[in-house]
């Protein structure tokens, strides 16, 4: 006959005896851990350190572990016509900051994070796109491009004719995280030419054809 053990609380024997199993009395049980294993108890699936869950090492590759998106629906312009340019202005996905993308705090060494990012633009000539990464105040973008000899090398090399064209252009890239923490990913854009503004969400025209654009960053286990 089987047997049933009935208790509002269990709690682990040493140190400080804290709670692993609780109930209230209606139906409502919690489960207190700090470490989620698989059944052979040999791979961590989620672990709880400094008041945060993070994805453990059992976390099959491949898998997305979460989508971070920023909306920049303001105007902007940049003039700068030396690699790489200007920031593009804006906030993270939290509204922080004055700079236009994506803050990954946690974020793992090893992980991959697939950047897609749309920028509506309308420059005098061409502009050159070209994502950054921004870990602890130092910031990288020569990771984004290939090794090539051009004078503007970027992501995106539009040539348009005299501010007569207002488009959206896409950059993607697939990012290797070498750190353990916060890594902030923006974007910058670089002009040819200053002669006339370079304009980033609407058309040089008027205000009425203005653009939104977005910024996302997955995060996925390598």
């Known amino acids: 006959m089987p047997s049933i053990i009935e208790v509002d609380t269990i709690k682990n024997k040493t140190g400080t005896q804290n709670t692993v199993l609780s109930t209230d009395g209606s139906g409502n049980n919690t489960l207190n851990a700090n470490t989620i294993k698989d059944g052979s108890a040999t791979k961590t699936l989620a672990e709880y350190s400094s008041s945060a869950w993070s994805w453990g090492t ?17 105007t902007d312009t940049v003039s700068n016509t030396t690699i790489p340019g200007d920031k593009i202005a804006g906030t993270d996905q939290d509204g922080s900051g004055s700079d236009w993308g994506v803050t990954v705090a946690n974020a793992k060494s090893g992980y991959k994070y697939y950047i897609i990012a749309n920028v509506n633009m309308s420059p005098h000539f061409s502009l050159i796109l070209r994502p950054y990464t921004d870990i602890g105040g130092t910031i990288s973008h020569n990771w984004a491009i290939a090794s090539h000899s051009g ?57 009425n054809y203005n653009g939104v654009c977005n910024y996302t960053v997955m995060e996925v286990v390598a």
């Open 151 to 207: 004078s503007y090398v970027g992501f995106v090399a539009s040539y348009f004719n005299n501010e007569t064209n207002h488009s959206s252009q896409m950059v993607h890239h697939l990012y290797t995280s070498a750190t353990n923490g916060t890594i902030f990913f923006g974007m910058y854009a670089c002009p040819d030419n200053d002669a006339s503004t370079n304009y980033i969400n609407r058309h040089p025209a008027s205000e």
């Open 58 to 74: 059992g976390v099959p590759a491949g898998t997305i572990t979460r989508i971070l998106q920023s909306s920049k629906r303001d």
